[in-house]
């Protein structure tokens, strides 16, 4: 059993590619075969795999997400009550409680059994910058 806790900066909402720093940690941590679990230690942002070849698809998707829980103050979200933190908080527990907070990952032959356009992205619902922490896992 190997883990370790990876930081991700994110510069204000979308997807946050850390593919690298995950495929580093599996060779480093010289595991042939294995399970990953990622698990991010925040509320107001979530994980996913998808693609990463096109750039289009994580515009669309963060663009799709805003439009799905738009902010506090938007027109019609006036229900939400938890408005401390600013309009883009409640909005982000809401993405994140709809998305996932972990991520299961093969390891085959050293490295993470992602298919060919796959990437492993932070999704960071809120604005502004933030440091992420995402606990890494391998289990044999």
Same mark, same amino acid.
């Given at each position: 059993?190997? #883990?370790?806790?990876?930081?991700?900066?994110?510069?204000?909402?979308?997807?946050?590619?850390?593919?690298?720093?995950?495929? &580093?940690? %599996? &060779?480093?941590?010289?595991?042939?075969?294995?399970? $990953?679990?990622?698990? %991010?230690?925040?509320? *107001?942002? *979530?994980?996913?795999? #998808?693609?990463?070849?096109?750039?289009?698809?994580?515009?669309? $998707?963060?663009? @799709?997400?805003?439009?799905?829980?738009?902010? *506090?103050? /938007?027109?019609?979200?006036? +229900?939400?009550?938890?408005?401390?933190?600013?309009?883009?908080?409640?909005? =982000?527990?809401?993405? =994140? /409680? $709809?998305? =996932? %907070? *972990?991520?299961?990952?093969?390891?085959? =032959? !050293?490295?993470? /059994?992602?298919?060919? +356009?796959?990437?492993?992205?932070? @999704?960071?619902?809120?604005? !502004?910058?933030? #440091? &992420?922490?995402? %606990? /890494?896992? $391998?289990?044999?």
């Amino acid at each position: 059993m190997t #883990q370790t806790t990876l930081t991700i900066r994110t510069r204000g909402p979308g997807l946050h590619e850390f593919t690298d720093e995950v495929c &580093r940690f %599996v &060779r480093d941590a010289g595991a042939d075969e294995a399970l $990953l679990t990622l698990f %991010v230690q925040h509320t *107001s942002c *979530s994980l996913c795999i #998808q693609e990463n070849a096109d750039p289009d698809v994580r515009r669309d $998707l963060d663009a @799709f997400f805003r439009r799905l829980v738009p902010p *506090s103050d /938007a027109p019609g979200m006036e +229900w939400i009550a938890h408005t401390a933190e600013g309009p883009d908080d409640m909005p =982000a527990h809401i993405k =994140a /409680a $709809l998305t =996932a %907070v *972990s991520l299961s990952i093969p390891v085959a =032959a !050293g490295r993470p /059994a992602l298919g060919t +356009w796959q990437g492993i992205y932070l @999704f960071e619902h809120r604005h !502004g910058s933030h #440091q &992420r922490r995402v %606990v /890494a896992h $391998l289990t044999p």
